[in-house]
């Protein structure tokens, strides 16, 4: 891990069961319109993270952790090529939705996976994930991956890429998501940071694993065989 580039730590290999034959097909049933629309109610709720503003209070680092994920996808203003005082150029395009998405399925499938859920258990939801996160010291981690020299070997953005050349219907829910955070935030002001809207797209790389959002009817929940995806590698 280089010094330059700050990764989410804490990730395993787990997400790659999504590239087993049919396993797409969950990732698209986790993802149904009701499901965004119920995703983004509690993103923006005072229940839920009131727009992004409570992870960035209860989690600090790690929220500039997911902002950091996108620092390498602004290309210089080549408007103002050669004065250092000039504001990157603004993130255009899906690359950052795209990013934060990979990076909350490959988080979210090895909270998944560390937390050991059986078949019976009772599914975790994004509240129980929010406070996982809030806890974990995310500076020591960082310098932990640092000091050992390890780090993810596949960057998020691949990692959406990849499963979106396997499925490119995935890039329906992603993209409507997309559209909701331009819509609610101001586009041109996206010039040293991504909005906190924005991290809605993580949390929809996180439900896509199979954790489950607040406030979903019974019905609308994943069932056992919808959350326990082939383990078959």
């Known amino acids: 891990m280089s010094e330059k580039r700050y990764c989410v730590p804490l990730l395993d290999e787990s997400w790659k069961r999504y590239f087993a034959p049919d396993d797409s097909s969950y990732l698209l049933e986790r993802m149904g319109q009701g499901r965004i629309r119920q995703l983004w109610r509690w993103f923006e709720s005072e229940e839920g993270l009131s727009g992004g503003v409570a992870l960035a209070q209860n989690a600090p680092v790690f929220d500039l952790l997911l902002d950091r994920q996108c620092e390498e996808l602004r290309a210089a203003d080549p408007e103002s090529e050669g004065d250092p005082l000039s504001p990157p150029a603004l993130l255009s395009g899906p690359d950052w939705a795209h990013t934060l998405f990979g990076t909350g399925l490959m988080f979210g499938s090895r909270w998944r996976n560390h937390y050991g859920q059986g078949p019976f258990e009772r599914a975790q939801d994004l509240d129980e994930w929010v406070r996982y996160i809030s806890q974990v010291d995310w500076v020591a981690e960082v310098k932990k991956e640092r000091d050992a020299g390890s780090g993810p070997d596949y960057q998020p953005l691949?990692?959406?890429?990849?499963?979106?050349?396997?499925?490119?219907?995935?890039?329906?829910?992603?993209?409507?998501?997309?559209?909701?955070?331009?819509?609610?935030?101001?586009?041109?002001?996206?010039?040293?940071?991504?909005?906190?809207?924005?991290?809605?797209?993580?949390?929809?790389?996180?439900?896509a694993s199979g954790i489950e959002i607040p406030g979903l009817e019974e019905g609308e929940r994943s069932t056992p065989q919808q959350a326990e995806v082939s383990s078959d590698q």
Do not use: N
């Open 158 to 207: 691949a990692v959406t890429a990849a499963l979106l050349r396997r499925e490119p219907l995935l890039a329906l829910p992603i993209d409507a998501l997309r559209k909701l955070v331009a819509g609610e935030t101001s586009w041109v002001q996206w010039c040293h940071e991504i909005p906190a809207e924005a991290r809605v797209l993580f949390f929809l790389g996180g439900a």
